[in-house]
């Protein structure tokens, strides 16, 4: 598991303020993911696989099993909770991204919402093959709900591309090595790791030796100062407390997953002993 966003320098890419790279892992031998219920607020989940499958249950009867090419985007506005486990049987590799986009607060305490798209729009061209997971690229517009201007792109090369990506200068890009590596802009991009291309850019020069997949992540700049702690995203400490200690408590507000005992629900760790605070999108 790579934590690639939030990070020391960086906080937030547009309204994309979370980003956990996994894998691939050989879960033949073993359960694969095994996430029990847990709550959010103030977000989407966007969940990218590239190997695997991946069973979501939530708190509004979502019962999805979802693979490769697909998007399971779920809003957590005012609050829901949801697990996320390998089926059983379950394919031998896990790979894949797990991603969050802070909601505006215009959108932060709306109702709870779950999309699965199985079939995204994209195009192929000079060895690169586009999917559209949020927002609009290069003419294609995916169907799942965005609140922010923001866009989500799997970006597949195949060996000895040489292409020149266009950008909304308005926004502010990543990108991710989700699959093997690239060159960027004369610069090296490895599996697993991720560079911000800040923002200006019209449009980024990539070429790969080997196959490769990459997320092209952006959006415009998001400028509100947020709380995030633990899978909370609020606009106050106290907000954030409260959320944790209502979870803890079995609040109707996070609603309940079919299928869990109550002592499967992960409870929120305790509170730092220091004062949660706002930040902006840079540290």
Partial sequence: MRRLLPTLGRRMVGAWAFVDHYGPDDVAATSGMQVTPHPHTGLQTVSWLLQGSVHHRDSLGSDVTFGPGQLALMTAGHGISHSEQSPVPHPRFLH???????????????????????????????????????????????????????V???????????VEVPLEPAFEHALLGASGGADVEGAPLAHGAMVYLGTGRRS?????????????????????????????????????????????????????VAGFSEDQRQLAPPLPPVPLKARGRVR
Avoid at 153 to 160: K, R, S, Y
Avoid at 205 to 231: C, D, Q, Y
């Fill in 96 to 150: 894949g991204a797990q991603l969050w986009v802070a909601l505006p607060d215009a959108a932060r305490d709306t109702a709870p919402a779950f999309e699965h798209h199985t079939t995204l729009p994209g195009f192929t061209s000079d060895g690169l093959t586009a999917t559209v997971l949020m927002g609009g690229f290069g003419g294609a517009v995916s169907p799942g709900t965005a609140h922010t201007p923001i």
């Fill in 152 to 162: 989500g792109v799997d970006l597949d090369l195949a060996a000895g591309a040489d």
């Fill in 204 to 256: 980024v020069r990539i070429r790969t030796e080997a196959p490769a997949k990459l997320l092209l992540l952006g959006g415009e700049p998001f400028e509100e100062r947020l709380v995030m702690w633990w899978n909370f995203v609020g606009r106050s400490g106290e907000e954030v407390t409260e959320y944790a200690e209502r979870w803890n408590d079995g609040d109707a507000r996070f609603g309940v």
